[in-house]
C-alpha cells in the first residue's frame, strides 16, 4: 500500500534520518565531520552499508538521538525503534524530511544539505531503483535512497520504500513512496516505480503553466 496516514517500517530509508540526526549534533553547525565519521556515512548511504549504520546510530544515542533530531526536523510521526530498521514513518513525514534536507529555511545548514544530496546521488547503480523510475530525459539531477526487506509481522512478505528528489528544469520535486505486503522485492520495486511514475506524470500536467518551484 501506498496511504499517505500509514505508518511503515523504514528499512533502510531511515539511513537518511540517521545522517540527519548526526549533522544536526555537530558542534558548531555545520562543522565538518570526522574522516572516520564521513567514510561511515558515505558507506551508509551510498552503498546501504548496514554495519556502518550501526556505528552512526550508537553515535546519535540511537532512539532518543533521533527523536531529538526529528523535532528540530519536523517530523511528527515517525517513532524510532531500538533497532532503526523497525522505525516507523509516513510519507508525510519523510517528505518533511526531504524539504528539511533540501529548504535554505530547514535547520541544516547549507554544507550539510550538500553533504546528504551528495551522497544520495551518488548512491550505487544497483540501488538507484524506486523514484528515480519517474525522471525524465533532461532531468538535470536525481537523488535517492531505498529500503527493503522482509516483514516478520507480515508473514515475511517484503515492505519496499523508496525516498528522493528529482530536478528537472522547471521543478524540483520530492517524492516518498512506502509500501508492503509484496510477495518479493522484484515486485515491490515494480509497485513503487509504477507509483512514482504516474504520480509525477500527474503532476507535470497539473503544473504545466506553472513557474519554476519545488513541489
Do not use: C
Not at 564521513?38 to 548511504?45: G, K, Q, S, T
Not at 522482509?150 to 512506502?178: C, P, Q
Not at 515494480?190 to 513557474?211: Q, W
Amino acid at each position: 500500500m501506498t496511504v499517505g496516514a500509514k505508518r511503515f517500517e523504514t528499512a533502510s530509508i531511515v539511513k537518511v534520518n540517521i545522517l540527519a540526526a548526526l549533522l544536526l549534533r555537530q558542534n558548531p553547525p555545520g562543522k565538518a565531520l570526522g574522516s572516520d565519521t564521513r567514510r561511515l556515512a558515505e558507506a551508509m548511504i551510498v552503498s546501504s552499508d548496514n554495519d556502518a549504520a550501526v556505528a552512526l546510530w550508537q553515535r546519535i544515542e540511537g532512539s532518543r538521538g533521533l527523536t531529538a533530531a526529528n523535532r528540530a526536523l519536523g517530523l511528527r510521526e515517525t517513532k524510532p525503534n531500538s533497532h532503526w530498521g523497525l522505525t516507523t514513518t509516513t510519507v508525510a513525514d519523510q517528505l518533511r524530511l526531504l524539504t528539511a534536507l533540501t529548504s535554505p529555511t530547514g535547520p541544516l545548514t547549507p554544507q550539510d544539505r550538500t553533504f546528504v544530496m551528495g551522497l544520495m546521488k551518488k548512491v550505487i547503480p544497483e540501488q538507484r531503483w524506486g523514484v528515480t523510475a519517474a525522471r525524465e530525459a533532461g532531468s538535470r539531477s536525481e537523488y535517492v535512497k531505498n529500503g527493503w526487506d522482509t516483514a516478520d509481522v507480515d508473514g515475511g512478505r517484503w515492505l519496499v520504500n523508496s525516498i528522493g528528489r528529482i530536478v528537472e528544469a522547471r521543478h524540483d520535486w520530492l517524492i516518498a513512496v512506502l509500501s508492503d505486503h509484496h510477495v518479493s522485492q522484484k515486485e515491490g520495486i515494480r509497485v513503487v516505480e509504477k507509483a512514482a511514475t504516474y504520480v509525477l506524470k500527474e503532476l507535470r500536467t497539473a503544473t504545466a503553466g506553472d513557474g519554476p518551484s519545488q513541489g
